[in-house]
C-alpha cells in the first residue's frame, strides 16, 4: 500500500502528468485497470496496485455541452479509456456541440488554468470529425 | 437477507411544509425546521414535550440535529444527521422505523429547511473541490444529470419532446396544488424553446430553485391509533448507493433504483402493479424516466415513450408526482422530504382536486447526489397492516 507520508495517489498522477503521460493504476490480483487513483483497489482492497502509462485512446462515453453567455458553449464528457475505466474531461479543439457519444478521442496534458494549478488531461478528436 | 422491521410496529402521523416559494430576508434554515415541526405536531395533536428523537439534514447547517435541539429546547434520546443529500429523509423514515421499534424512541421528527432561493444555490450547497471535475467545469449538478440523458437517447431513441413531457404533467398537477410555485400552464414547445442549461436539458427541465421546509412525525403504531390523523404506515424500504461522482456510475442509464427499488417491493410484498400513487424525485425531466424503468413501471429504454401522452399527468394511466414535483411545486434543494409528505396526504386522502382516488398504497423514490444515493420507501393505509 503506498506509503501516505510520501505521496498521495493523486500526488502521483500529478507527477506523471507533468511528465506528459496518462498514469492510472491497475490491479493485478483483479485483472482490473483502477481510476481515480487510490490507496487501494475497490472491492477487493488489494493494497499492491501497479502504476501503468496509458496509451491516451478512448471513447466518448457522455457528452454535453454548457452555454457561456456572450461566448462559445464548452464541453464536458465522460471519456472510456480502452484501458478499461472512465474520467470526466473535455474534447478540445473542435465546436462543443459536435462532440458525439462513441468518438474516438486522444489525450494531452494541459496545463493548469492558472500558475499553481495542477495540469490535467484533456482529449482531442482522434480521427476527421 | 431477513427483514427484521416490523409492519405496524411505527406510522408516520404528522407532516406539514415550512413556509415555501421566497422567505423573508435572515430566515434560516433552521427557522423553517422549526416551523415545519410546529405545524407537523399539530397535524397529528401531539406536543413538543413528546419528542424524544431528531432527523434532520440540510446542505446549509452541517450538525442540523445539533442546532434543532439547541433552538426548540430538546433534549432528544437518539438523533439522526444521515446526509446523502435529497434521499436522506427517506434514509430517516427507516432509522427512526427501526429505532421506534426498538424502543429507543417515540415520538421521532424528521426534518428540513433551506434558504437557496434568497441566498444563492451557490452560496446553500456549496460543492466539494474535486481535482477530477474542478477543471472541466461542469455544471452541477445538471451536468451529470445532461449526461445521463444524452447516453438514454443515445441507447433507447429518447428524445427531448418526450423529456419535456415530465415537466408538462408536473406542471398541471401543480396546477392543482394552491402551494405551489408555478401558477401558468406549461406545453412541450415552451420546454422546448427554453433556455439550455447543460444539453439536453433546458432550464424547463431543471427542478426549480425555492426556499422551503417541512418536517414528519413518526411514532409507534400503538401510539398512532390515538392521535387526530390516519396512520400512514411505512411497509418496505430500500437502499441503493452507486457512487459519489458521475464518472464512477458504471451505466448513466441505470440507477441505484433497480437496487432500492426491489428490495423495497420484497419487504412490502408487492410489485410495482400494486402501486396505487407514485412519489419520484423528479429533479430533472431524465429522472423520472429512469426511476419508472429501474422501478418496474416500464421495461429499461422504455420510460420516454411511457411518459408520453400525458400517462403520468392528472387524469393518466399512472399518477406521478401529484403535488407538481421538484418541477412546478418547489424544491429548495434537498426534495426528498416532500415526496414523503405528499404520498402520506394522498393516502389519508386529504389532496383536494389533486387527490388519487382510494389510494391506499404509495412508493415514494428519492435520490440524492448524482443519481447518487437511491432510496425507496414504500407506505400504505391501514389496510395494508
Known amino acids: 500500500m503506498m506509503d501516505l507520508k510520501q505521496q498521495s495517489p493523486l500526488g502521483k498522477f500529478i507527477e506523471h502528468l507533468k511528465a506528459g503521460e496518462f498514469a492510472f493504476q491497475y490491479s493485478k490480483a483483479d485483472d482490473k485497470a483502477v481510476f481515480y487513483p487510490r490507496v487501494v483497489a475497490p472491492v477487493s482492497g488489494d493494497g499492491a496496485l501497479e502504476w501503468r502509462i496509458s496509451k491516451g485512446l478512448g471513447t466518448v462515453y457522455s457528452t454535453t455541452w454548457i452555454p457561456v453567455k456572450d461566448g462559445q458553449p464548452y464541453n464536458v464528457a465522460l471519456i472510456d479509456m480502452d484501458e478499461g475505466f472512465r474520467l470526466m474531461s473535455r474534447v478540445e479543439d473542435i465546436d462543443a456541440k459536435l462532440v458525439k457519444i462513441g468518438m474516438r478521442v486522444n489525450f ?12 490535467y488531461p484533456v482529449f482531442t478528436a482522434a480521427e476527421g470529425v | 437477507m431477513e427483514n427484521l422491521l416490523k409492519r405496524g410496529s411505527a406510522a408516520i402521523v404528522g407532516v406539514a411544509e415550512s413556509d415555501l416559494g421566497l422567505v423573508a430576508p435572515q430566515t434560516s434554515p433552521i427557522d423553517l425546521m422549526a416551523q415545519g415541526v ?25 450538525f442540523s440535529t445539533l442546532h434543532l435541539k439547541e433552538y426548540l429546547g430538546l433534549n432528544p434520546r437518539w438523533n439522526d444527521n444521515t446526509q446523502i443529500g435529497g434521499s436522506s429523509f427517506e434514509a430517516h423514515v427507516a432509522h427512526a ?6 424502543g429507543q424512541c417515540e415520538v421521532a ?17 456549496p460543492r466539494e473541490y474535486n481535482y477530477y471535475e474542478a477543471p472541466f467545469k461542469p455544471f452541477m449538478p445538471t ?11 443515445h ?11 415530465v415537466a408538462v404533467a408536473a406542471r398541471q398537477w401543480a396546477l392543482m396544488n394552491p402551494v405551489a410555485w408555478e401558477k401558468e400552464p406549461l406545453t412541450v414547445e415552451q420546454v422546448l424553446a427554453s433556455r439550455m442549461v447543460s444539453n439536453p436539458l433546458s432550464v424547463r427541465d431543471c427542478c426549480l430553485v425555492t426556499d422551503g421546509g417541512g418536517a414528519i412525525v413518526m411514532t409507534s403504531g ?6 387526530k390523523k390516519k396512520p400512514v404506515y411505512p411497509i418496505g424500504y430500500g437502499e441503493g448507493l452507486s457512487h459519489n461522482s458521475i464518472a464512477s456510475m458504471a451505466d448513466l442509464t441505470v440507477t441505484g433504483a433497480a437496487v432500492s427499488g426491489p428490495r423495497a417491493y420484497a419487504m412490502a410484498g408487492l410489485k410495482a402493479a400494486d402501486i396505487d400513487v407514485v412519489e419520484l424525485y423528479d429533479a430533472f425531466t431524465i429522472t423520472p424516466i429512469l426511476f419508472l424503468e429501474d422501478l418496474g413501471f416500464c421495461p429499461k429504454g422504455e420510460g420516454g415513450r411511457f411518459v408520453s401522452g400525458g ?12 403535488n407538481g414535483g421538484g418541477l412546478s411545486y418547489c424544491h429548495p434543494g434537498m426534495y426528498g422530504l416532500f415526496i414523503l409528505i405528499e404520498a402520506v396526504r394522498q393516502l389519508r386522502g386529504e389532496c383536494g382536486t389533486r387527490q388519487v382516488k382510494d389510494a391506499e398504497t404509495a412508493l415514494v423514490h428519492g435520490n440524492g447526489g448524482v443519481l447518487s444515493s437511491q432510496i425507496t420507501c414504500i407506505l400504505g393505509g391501514p389496510s395494508t397492516v
Not at chain 1, 109 to 115: L, W
Open chain 1, 108 to 119: 494531452r496534458a494541459r496545463a493548469g488554468d492558472k500558475p499553481d494549478d495542477p495540469p
Open chain 2, 222 to 227: 400503538e401510539r398512532a391509533k390515538t392521535l
Open chain 2, 38 to 62: 410546529m405545524r407537523a405536531l399539530d397535524d397529528c395533536g401531539l406536543q413538543l414535550s413528546d419528542v424524544d428523537a431528531l432527523f434532520a439534514a440540510t446542505s446549509q447547517a452541517r
Open chain 2, 311 to 322: 400517462r403520468i399527468a392528472p387524469g393518466g394511466a399512472l399518477p406521478v408526482d401529484t
Open chain 2, 109 to 125: 421528527v424528521i426534518t428540513y429547511g433551506s434558504t437557496q432561493r434568497s441566498v444563492s444555490r451557490a452560496a446553500a450547497s
Open chain 2, 143 to 153: 451536468t451529470a444529470y445532461a449526461m445521463a440523458a444524452a447516453r438514454h437517447m
Open chain 2, 97 to 102: 422505523w427501526a429505532a421506534i421499534q426498538l
Open chain 2, 155 to 165: 441507447q433507447y431513441g429518447t428524445t427531448r419532446e418526450q423529456l419535456a413531457e
